[in-house]
């Protein structure tokens, strides 16, 4: 009787342990979901922070739309650059999408703003828009996410909306697998370099890529695009960057490889007068050095008519202009950031310093950005003695309330 009894006790006390560990187990997984498993944004450096900054995505209701070609051939037009611009970014997916798209255009309508910018590659490598342009639909980076850019295109313009195409120059994914050639390489064993993420870069001192961005602008504003907007442009900023074959002839330096492509897009664009601007990181209005990545202010504003630096407050490190955190700071950062770019353009020979034309943060990193700390960064740009500026955010949802509806002011 009694090893009975201690039988029937050793098998309770068994399903009780196996209970109550299925239960830590489950316990674990919840938390684990709950704490941890969430997309975290960190600042342990100035430069792997500006890597973090959002980028675009695709709404999931958002399938690429059938081809379809209108009855009449839809005019080319283009509109003059304003003596301001106030512009919202569209990812390729939202400018696709009348259900996403039209609300933003209203926005426009209704409110200060005057310009948009809409990726024509965006950071994947792949191109928006569906185009005739055979070269570039031979190398199969064409993805027809908006199926008639030119309608689209000229319905803007009757709205007098200025449109500014924006091409993610040497971050591009799909090229590189299609072009390993073309790629950045590591100087270990010469295969793609990728970063932390796994991303790959185009080769800045590739004349091929060189070719191929400018194809690629020249139907952009073939088909209406009002100016070309160049972001991406830089070596990588993370991962094993010791590692990379910067392709360096004796006595050049990244930013040298830049300048020269930088050139050559000046020389090729502006025979058909087309209007650029540049894309460069926040921190380059304050430092002398190209941080690694090639990018020098003085060595991108002579090539281009505008000149964007990425002065969003959630990005720069703590500390930087004696915040803890800078993302709280809006105006003052950002106040600080476009006098030192104002300081770099005068001390340049024939450079206006209306060429800056600063990106602001229209986005919850660091802070939640609320209308009173977008309005903030505008007057730090506006107090600066500047007048135009450009809103990202990567899911495309401003705040309206951050916008004067009087679009004469």
Request: charged fraction near 20%; charge should be neutral.
């Amino acid at each position: 009787m009694a090893s009975k009894v201690i039988k029937m006790l050793s098998k309770k006390n068994l399903k009780i342990f196996l209970l109550v560990t299925l239960a830590f187990i489950i316990c674990g997984v919840i938390i684990y979901f709950i704490f941890f498993n969430s997309i975290k944004y960190t600042t342990h450096s100035a430069i792997s922070s500006l890597e973090d900054v959002p980028q675009s995505s695709k709404p999931s209701d958002i399938t690429i739309p059938p081809i379809s070609q209108p009855p009449t051939p839809v005019p080319v037009t283009h509109i003059q650059t304003p003596n301001y611009v106030k512009a919202v970014y569209l990812s390729s997916w939202v400018a696709g999408s009348p259900k996403y798209r039209d609300p933003i255009i209203k926005l426009i309508d209704d409110t200060e703003l005057n310009s948009i910018v809409i990726d024509i590659k965006d950071s994947t490598g792949r191109i928006g828009y569906i185009t005739d342009n055979q070269d570039l639909n031979r190398i199969g980076s064409v993805q027809g996410r908006i199926p008639n850019i030119r309608s689209l295109i000229n319905t803007l313009h009757q709205k007098n909306i200025y449109v500014i195409g924006r091409i993610a120059v040497f971050q591009d994914p799909y090229m590189t697998k299609i072009k390993p050639e073309w790629s950045i390489v590591k100087n270990s064993d010469g295969k793609v370099w990728k970063d932390n993420k796994g991303l790959s870069f185009l080769d800045p001192a590739n004349q091929d890529v060189w070719k191929y961005i400018v194809s690629i602008a020249l139907d952009a504003h073939s088909e209406g695009f009002d100016e070309i907007n160049f972001d991406y442009i830089r070596y990588p900023s993370d991962g094993n960057i010791q590692d990379i074959n910067y392709h360096l002839t004796p006595g050049k330096t990244r930013s040298d490889n830049l300048e020269s492509f930088f050139k050559y897009l000046s020389l090729e664009l502006k025979k058909d007068n087309i209007t650029m601007s540049a894309d460069l990181f926040g921190l380059t209005t304050t430092t002398n050095d190209d941080m690694g990545i090639g990018q020098l202010w003085e060595k991108t504003l002579p090539y281009f008519d505008f000149v964007s630096p990425m002065v969003y407050p959630s990005h720069y490190p703590s500390g930087q202009y004696g915040f803890k955190n800078p993302a709280d700071h809006p105006y003052e950062v950002i106040s600080k950031a476009l006098q030192s770019a104002i300081k770099k353009t005068k001390a340049m020979q024939d450079q206006d310093i209306h060429k800056i034309r600063p990106w602001l943060q229209d986005f919850d990193l660091g802070a939640v950005y609320t209308k009173d700390k977008v309005r903030l960064e505008m007057q730090a740009v506006y107090d600066s003695g500047l007048n135009s500026w450009m809103l990202w955010d990567p899911k495309n949802k401003y705040t309206p309330s951050a916008l004067k509806l009087d679009i004469n002011q």
